[in-house]
């Protein structure tokens, strides 16, 4: 079973640039989810879809970010402009649901550095 | 805001002992689920417990939850050097479903 796809896994961009992550979950899953890790802390809950529509998103600073889930399927997140205070890792992961007793799978992350 | 605050921050134990990581909650959930992580790659699912249970056991690892106090923990016996990891709490919260992870236990295994 192929798991959850980020890309890119690397991305340096200056301030007040914008930048873009995709993610690809794993077929079949419902729910995504997608985290910002800051060095030394737990994953931020940012957004979490359930196919197509938005389950929570009360972390996800508006002003700044936005995310979309296409056809409830894949999904990008867009940061722009960028603040050096978001240099950290993006994490997306999918589950199969959000309400049932199911675990969450995760991809290997996009490490951005804002400069 | 995280949901979950573990105990404690970085742990450093020799090989053969074992390794208890302890989470506190704030909210009502569903389930609560352990994750461990190692340095710079993606998160990976260890164990889930339901809200209705109170002990579960996987392999080496058992974790207990007290939903009166909430809070749980995670005992890692035997420990090896490959479980040089950092260990997160996340809970499945029971209003909204959000998946929120706390802010991590740092496990050194000394050869």
């Known amino acids: 079973e192929a798991g959850v796809a980020q890309s890119p896994r690397y991305k340096i961009i200056e301030k007040r640039q914008s930048v873009a992550f995709w993610c690809n979950p794993i077929?079949?899953?419902?729910?995504l989810y997608w985290y910002q890790q800051i060095l030394g802390q737990g994953p931020k809950l940012l957004i979490q879809?359930?196919?197509?529509?938005?389950?929570?998103d009360s972390q996800l600073p508006k002003d700044r970010f936005s995310a979309e889930r296409l056809k409830g399927v894949d999904s990008t997140l867009k940061i722009q402009p960028a603040k050096l205070e978001d240099s950290a890792v993006y994490l997306c992961?999918?589950?199969?649901?959000?309400?049932?007793?199911?675990?969450?799978?995760f991809g290997q992350g996009t490490r951005l550095t804002v400069v | 805001s995280q949901q979950g605050e573990e105990d404690p921050q970085a742990l450093s134990i020799q090989e053969g002992e074992n390794a208890t990581m302890n989470c506190s909650y704030k909210?009502?959930?569903?389930?609560l689920q352990w994750y461990r992580q190692n340095s710079g790659r993606g998160l990976v699912h260890l164990i889930l417990?339901?809200?209705?249970?109170r002990e579960k056991h996987s392999g080496r690892l058992r974790v207990t939850l007290d939903t009166s106090k909430k809070s749980s923990s995670l005992l890692i016996t035997a420990s090896r050097a490959a479980d040089t990891a950092s260990y997160f709490c996340?809970?499945?919260?029971?209003?909204?479903?959000?998946?929120?992870f706390g802010s991590g236990t740092r496990l050194l295994v000394r050869p």
């Open positions: 992961a999918s589950s199969l649901s959000s309400t049932g007793n199911t675990e969450a799978f």
């Open positions: 077929s079949g899953h419902a729910t």
């Open positions: 879809f359930q196919n197509n529509g938005v389950v929570d």
């Open positions: 909210t009502s959930i569903n389930n």
């Open positions: 417990i339901r809200s209705n249970e």
């Open positions: 996340a809970t499945r919260e029971d209003s909204s479903y959000k998946l929120i």
